[in-house]
């Protein structure tokens, strides 16, 4: 229980630091944009 505790912490400080200090991109701003890009190719249907 200890280990995971400090694992989730250590990780969310690491991940602070990351998103102060560097350009890290928006993880969910990307996924709308691919979910947009497959609708936008999908085939039209068949109505015949």
Do not use: H, R, S, T
């Not at 102060?20 to 701003?29: F, S």
């Not at 691919?34 to 109505?47: G, I, M, T, V, W």
């Amino acid at each position: 229980m200890f280990q995971f505790v400090l694992g989730f912490a250590l990780g969310n400080v690491v991940g602070m630091y990351l998103a102060q200090n560097y350009q890290v991109p928006d993880i969910g701003k990307k996924v709308e944009d691919f979910k947009k890009d497959l609708e936008a190719k999908k085939k039209p249907p068949n109505d015949k």
